[in-house]
């Protein structure tokens, strides 16, 4: 066999599609973004703060393991902070699950419109994502289990869903994970905890302590510090020991640290934040179903309408475009060619978009 004449990736690296992030405006662009689930209020004060006086420090390497972000972290949510690891956004801990538990060989199991990231981070190890079809838009516990064979090792669950924003209960969740083999790793992503609001929820922190198999991720970029990139989890001594291993040295930054420590411990401004989320949110939803539009029931920070086909839906964002506003096309990405998905923003930027898309289904 010929060499070839340049370095060539592991075989299947090639087949992924890789993550499309939300549209931004064109610079200069004075279009509102509302395709990323950004937080509509900025940032918590306190962790401005603390991120700016952490410049006055650029020299110095990182505390290692995020101590006094994860002590903040173990003091508000009532965790060990040894049970605590914290990476690069949540992202880059998902990466590192999937590059311990999985490999050429192994499955990964994850519902239809789960996390674009899921098939990405499960193919780059080797191993084979299998998609499972939902009720609804909403995961399917008994056909997540009916996929399982002897190659899973791994199942992804994001709760509440992106993009759908549907989600599980505690009940349902703890079934799922009941009828799992104790080889196989749950992994519960709470990317949107902050913004739940259903009773019967649970961000899965309490399975986690029950089980040696589970693992809870979540992060800080919904809650005002996208920029910072950083995520959390949760997870039995056994996986914290093995995430420890190959996780990069500094991996969390020393402003990203100290901001989020503070975003942490500024419980005044994350109620603000859920509140006017959980408001508008309610809002939005009232005012956009009907009129042609159908409004799936969201416990995150967005909602996502869906059309009457994929040629309206194609419309309505030329429409928004139009308008100033950019929400999120869902086709190439999750495979939803009627569905736009649409970040809760400030109330100016909500009534706008209300309005156009109102306006837009009356027309019809």
Same mark, same amino acid.
């Given at each position: 066999?010929?060499?070839?004449?340049?370095?060539? $990736? %592991?075989?299947?690296?090639?087949?992924?599609? $890789?993550?499309?992030?939300?549209?931004?405006?064109?610079?200069?662009?004075?279009?509102?973004?509302?395709?990323? #689930?950004? &937080?509509?209020?900025?940032? &918590?004060?306190?962790?401005? *703060?603390?991120?700016? *006086?952490?410049?006055?420090?650029?020299?110095?390497?990182?505390?290692?393991? &995020?101590?006094?972000?994860?002590?903040?972290?173990?003091?508000?949510?009532?965790?060990? $902070?040894?049970?605590?690891?914290?990476? #690069?956004?949540?992202?880059?801990?998902?990466?590192?699950?999937? %590059?311990?538990?999985?490999?050429?060989?192994?499955?990964?199991?994850?519902?239809?419109?789960?996390?674009?990231? !899921?098939?990405?981070?499960?193919?780059?190890?080797?191993?084979?994502?299998?998609?499972?079809?939902?009720?609804?838009?909403?995961?399917?516990?008994?056909?997540?289990?009916?996929?399982?064979?002897?190659?899973?090792?791994?199942?992804?669950? =994001?709760?509440?869903?992106?993009?759908?924003?549907?989600?599980?209960?505690?009940?349902?969740?703890?079934?799922?994970?009941? =009828?799992?083999?104790?080889?196989?790793?749950?992994?519960?992503?709470?990317?949107? *905890?902050?913004?739940?609001?259903?009773?019967?929820?649970?961000?899965? %922190?309490?399975?986690?302590?029950? *089980?040696?198999?589970?693992?809870?991720?979540?992060?800080?970029?919904?809650?005002?510090?996208?920029?910072?990139?950083?995520?959390?989890?949760?997870?039995?001594?056994?996986?914290?020991?093995?995430?420890?291993?190959?996780?990069?040295?500094?991996?969390?930054?020393?402003?990203?640290?100290?901001?989020?420590? =503070?975003?942490?411990?500024?419980?005044?401004?994350?109620?603000?934040?859920?509140?006017?989320?959980?408001?508008?949110?309610?809002?939005?939803?009232?005012?956009?179903?009907?009129?042609?539009?159908?409004?799936?029931?969201?416990?995150?920070?967005?909602?996502?309408?869906?059309?009457?086909?994929?040629?309206?839906?194609?419309?309505?964002?030329?429409?928004?475009?139009?308008?100033?506003?950019?929400?999120?096309?869902?086709?190439?990405? !999750?495979?939803?060619?009627?569905?736009?998905?649409?970040?809760?923003?400030?109330?100016?930027?909500?009534?706008?978009?209300?309005?156009?898309?109102?306006?837009?289904?009356?027309? %019809?």
């Amino acid at each position: 066999m010929t060499a070839p004449n340049r370095p060539t $990736p %592991q075989p299947g690296i090639l087949d992924i599609a $890789p993550y499309m992030p939300g549209k931004s405006g064109a610079p200069g662009s004075k279009a509102v973004k509302l395709s990323a #689930n950004e &937080s509509p209020l900025g940032a &918590s004060p306190k962790a401005i *703060a603390a991120f700016a *006086a952490a410049a006055e420090h650029l020299e110095i390497y990182p505390e290692g393991s &995020s101590r006094l972000l994860r002590e903040a972290l173990g003091e508000v949510h009532g965790v060990d $902070p040894g049970a605590i690891v914290c990476g #690069n956004g949540s992202d880059d801990l998902l990466h590192l699950l999937a %590059q311990i538990y999985l490999g050429e060989g192994d499955e990964a199991v994850m519902n239809r419109y789960g996390f674009s990231v !899921y098939p990405i981070i499960t193919m780059a190890t080797g191993a084979k994502i299998v998609m499972v079809e939902e009720t609804d838009y909403t995961a399917d516990v008994d056909a997540l289990l009916a996929a399982v064979t002897e190659k899973t090792k791994v199942i992804w669950l =994001a709760n509440p869903n992106n993009p759908t924003g549907t989600y599980l209960s505690d009940a349902e969740v703890r079934r799922l994970h009941a =009828a799992l083999r104790p080889d196989i790793l749950l992994v519960i992503d709470s990317a949107y *905890a902050e913004y739940v609001t259903a009773a019967d929820y649970s961000v899965g %922190q309490e399975l986690v302590a029950e *089980a040696d198999n589970v693992v809870m991720v979540r992060t800080f970029s919904k809650m005002g510090l996208a920029a910072a990139r950083i995520g959390w989890m949760v997870g039995p001594d056994h996986v914290i020991d093995a995430v420890h291993r190959i996780r990069g040295p500094f991996n969390v930054n020393l402003p990203a640290q100290l901001a989020g420590a =503070a975003a942490t411990r500024d419980i005044e401004f994350n109620a603000k934040l859920r509140a006017h989320n959980a408001k508008w949110r309610e809002w939005l939803t009232a005012e956009l179903s009907g009129n042609a539009m159908r409004v799936l029931p969201s416990q995150a920070n967005f909602i996502l309408v869906l059309f009457a086909d994929a040629e309206t839906a194609a419309r309505a964002f030329e429409v928004l475009m139009d308008g100033g506003y950019i929400v999120r096309e869902v086709s190439k990405s !999750y495979g939803i060619d009627n569905g736009l998905r649409i970040s809760i923003g400030s109330e100016e930027a909500m009534r706008g978009v209300a309005g156009i898309l109102k306006a837009m289904g009356s027309a %019809q």
